[in-house]
């Protein structure tokens, strides 16, 4: 008896010795297999754009040109003072940039915008009612003025070019889908307006033209922000962006002419008045993005929408000066503001 139960007790020691191995192997086939990692959603390492605007007519900037005086109260004396102003003008804003990716959350940007308006204004002949010119300036015949000349009509074209020039660096604060970026960096930019007046006598001849260029050039910081909303998994976004920036410069503004009547060619004086000051400037955007694909961070994307960009102080108003060569209608400088449709072509690599 003793016998059999130590064949017993090793035959269970050994069947448990044998199985073990198998238990093992089935536990390693058990076990479950880490799961592969998904690829990160990477971003554009280089974004291009390419930009146009067509810029609607407006009437921030007013620039007034002439003035005629009609008669007052008792029809004998000709003291009411009636100004002619012309606008700024429509035309259209050309834009263009690169951004580059230098981090996971940072991006290094430059970007050029090109503007160019312009607009005509005429007064209409005035047979009874003199016209007195507010551009012409310098001296007139026998010395006196040339601001203080009558005539019966007068013709101004006045143009704005402006060039703008941002460089800045962005930060991705990261909201998921909706993609917000802070900036900051600095911006140059140079204005140019050029004016000319040509005024008439009551026959329709010219007796003088005048000449007014006037040139804002500064820089300062910037500040903005920008975003994009994506609906849902499809291919089109909302986008939108604020960006502000001061720009510390000077403006300086040249006046001449000349009279050209019966009496022959004599050039009005010239002169040049020129003020350093501080230029605010607003850029605005809103407008609906449509990706080439559901991958929106690579690929080709055109954007669709309505901007409005506000240039504090950086045009000239037109004024005329005295023969000292003083303003003496109103501030030296203007606000120009433009607004219009914009289409841009983005790509993302």
Same mark, same amino acid.
């Given at each position: 008896m003793g016998g059999t139960m130590k064949k017993t007790a090793l035959s269970l020691l050994l069947a448990s010795a044998l199985s073990t191995p198998a238990f093992a192997a089935d536990a390693d086939q058990a076990?479950?297999?880490?799961p592969a990692q998904e690829a990160p959603v990477t971003t554009p390492r280089l974004n291009v754009f390419v930009e146009g605007t067509y810029i609607f007519n407006n009437n921030a900037n007013r620039l007034p040109y002439a003035q005629y005086f009609g008669p007052n109260v008792r029809?004998?004396?000709?003291?009411? &003072?009636?100004?002619?102003?012309?606008?700024?003008g429509k035309g259209y804003e050309i834009s263009a940039g690169v951004a580059l990716r230098v981090a996971p959350h940072v991006s290094l940007g430059l970007a050029y915008t090109g503007l160019r308006t312009n607009q005509s204004g005429d007064t209409g002949m005035f047979p009874d009612f003199a016209i007195n010119t507010l551009l012409a300036g310098g001296r007139g015949r026998g010395g006196n003025p040339g601001i203080a000349t009558s005539y019966n009509d007068a013709h101004v074209k006045t143009s704005v070019a402006g060039d703008v020039f941002d460089f800045n660096a962005g930060y991705d604060v990261g909201l998921g889908a909706n993609e917000v970026t802070l900036i900051g960096g600095f911006r140059y930019a140079e204005f140019h307006q050029n004016t000319d &007046?040509?005024?008439y006598d009551s026959e329709g001849g010219l007796v003088t033209n005048a000449h007014r260029r006037s040139r804002f050039s500064g820089v300062g910081p910037e500040l903005g922000l920008k975003g994009e909303h994506s609906f849902g998994p499809g291919v089109i976004s909302l986008e939108g962006s604020v960006l502000g920036s001061l720009l510390f410069g000077e403006q300086r503004s040249f006046t001449n002419g000349a009279w050209v009547d019966s009496e022959g060619y004599d050039p009005l004086d010239s002169h040049l008045v020129a003020h350093s000051h501080v230029a605010k400037t607003l850029d605005a955007e809103v407008g609906l993005t449509f990706h080439g694909s559901r991958e929106r961070n690579h690929g080709a994307a055109l954007t669709v929408g309505y901007k409005v960009n506000y240039y504090g102080g950086v045009v000239d108003t037109a004024n005329g000066s005295s023969g000292d060569g003083k303003e003496f209608y109103g501030k030296t400088s203007a606000d120009l503001l433009v607004h219009g449709v914009f289409v841009r072509l983005n790509y993302k690599m």
């Open positions: 076990a479950p297999a880490t029809g004998q004396e000709y003291t009411n &003072a009636y100004p002619y102003t012309v606008g700024s &007046a040509w005024l």
